[in-house]
Every structure is written in structure tokens, then in C-alpha cells.
């Protein structure tokens, strides 16, 4: 949960993060104060059955248009960006749900994000090469896998 205050803190700092989302996000965060201090522990064996989908990364031909789509259409705030590497992750505030950046094809989806609670690096590679897949590093960050078409998965904290 430090970690979250700490992201919201800085954001509001840098002024990517008005004093009332900044108010906003505290409250939700106080309001769940038990359930983030239950959080699952570490996994040892992996179990997809309570996976959500994280986010959505998306090529684009042109980043700000897209930033601002985002933001109009349904009113995403920038959660971060990775500015070297061109990615601008947008969502509600607190949770990233799209991440976009400029590549070749535009238009194509980079690849999905599954969160796990509990998520462990080491027991999602051996549960990911116990069953025949090789897991990679990604480009930009987590780790991923092909599905059979190519697509690229990739294994997160949810």
C-alpha cells in the first residue's frame, strides 16, 4: 500500500494529479484498508483461476491523438508514462488500463496483460515450462508468453 500512496503522492507533485484525484484515491485506499493488508501472500504454485485482465497495450500511429482519445472519450487520466521507450499508460486514476505506444504496425495490439494475485516470477516460468511454453523477458517489462497465434500474454501482479 506504501507503494501506491508513494505513486500518488509524486503524481500529484508533478502535477499529473489533481488535489481532488489525489483526495479521491487516498479515500479508496483507506476504505479497502483491509482488504490491501490482506494481501495474498507469494504463490509458490500458480493458479490462473482468479486472473483478471490487467491491461491492454496498444501500437499507435500517433501518441498524443491517442492520449487525448483516451482522456476524452472515457475520461482516463495518464497513471505513467516511460518516455525514452514512448509509452503512455492511461487508466482511472489508480489502475492502469491501457498502455500505448508508437510502433510499426499502428493500429495492432502489442499484447494483454493477465494479473494473478500473488503473483511469483520463479512459480509462473516453472508452471509456464512444465506445460511446454517457453516464458521471455518482455521488451518492456513482466514476463510473457506466445499463445499459439503469437500473441504475446503477459503474467502480472493483479
Known sequence: MESIIANLVSRFEKGSLSRRELIEGLALLAASGTAATAAPSPQTSVNFTRANIDHVSIKVADLQRSIDFYKTMFGFTVVSEDKPGGIVRLGNGMKVLVSINTG???SVMD????GIPGFNADAVRRHMTERGSTPLQ????GLHIKDPDGINVQISQS
Open 104 to 106: 510499426k504496425p499502428s
Open 111 to 114: 499484447h494483454y496483460s493477465l
Open 138 to 141: 518482455g521488451d518492456y517489462a
